[in-house]
């Protein structure tokens, strides 16, 4: 009787471990995930380079850094000869993952930016040379999700705003602007 119920035991045991590692070889633990590197893909639409580099920090937090580079106005002035336009954004954000552990999940992002552009161009008019210059200082804050695939593959998206402070050369303007991106890159 004893060997019955030791033999038994025994059993059940060895059919649990075998439950435990066929589980796990279907749904292995998630990986701990450290880096994410990303492009905006969308930002090619309005004339800009888009990068981002996310290092988490804690298991529901990280820091995102954007940097974007725009390379040429959409909007330009009619009737200008010679146009040129050079446009540089950094930006700085701290996220809060809600439900998984960062980077992948939904998340909350405030964040700092600083910008600045050069415009030039000659008019058509009186063939003057017109130079703009400009800086903008933002805070803004964003949600979104981020989805992290098999071999690392990351794509993210985001809504939000920023609230703009431009100092130019017609003086100081403040204003609120929507944001939207989407980016796709590789974490590791």
């Not at 290092?55 to 529901?60: C, E, W």
């Not at 002035?77 to 980077?103: C, Q």
């Not at 990351?154 to 303007?173: K, P």
Request: glycine content about 8%; proline content about 4%; aromatic content about 14%.
């Amino acid at each position: 009787m004893k060997k019955a119920i030791i033999l038994t035991l025994l059993a059940l045991g060895m059919c649990n471990m075998l439950q435990a590692q066929k589980e796990n070889a279907i749904d292995p633990p998630s990986k701990a995930y450290k880096n994410s590197i990303r492009i905006h893909p969308l930002n090619l639409l309005v004339s800009q380079i888009g990068f981002s580099y996310e290092r988490v920090i804690k298991s529901n937090r990280s820091l995102n850094f954007t940097l974007i580079q725009s390379f040429k106005e959409i909007d330009r002035p009619a009737r200008v000869a010679d146009y040129s336009y050079y446009g540089i954004e950094g930006e700085i954000d701290y996220r809060f993952y809600l439900k998984h552990n960062a980077p992948k999940g939904w998340f909350v992002s405030p964040g700092i930016s600083a910008t600045t552009e050069s415009e030039s161009y000659t008019s058509s008019f009186d063939g003057k040379e017109i130079d703009f210059k400009r800086s903008t200082v933002a805070v803004g804050i964003e949600g979104g999700y981020q989805w992290i695939f098999k071999q690392g593959i990351t794509i993210g998206t985001s809504i939000g705003a920023d609230y703009e402070v431009e100092f130019g050369e017609n003086g100081t303007e403040y204003n609120i602007e929507p944001r939207l991106q989407f980016s796709v890159g590789y974490t590791w």
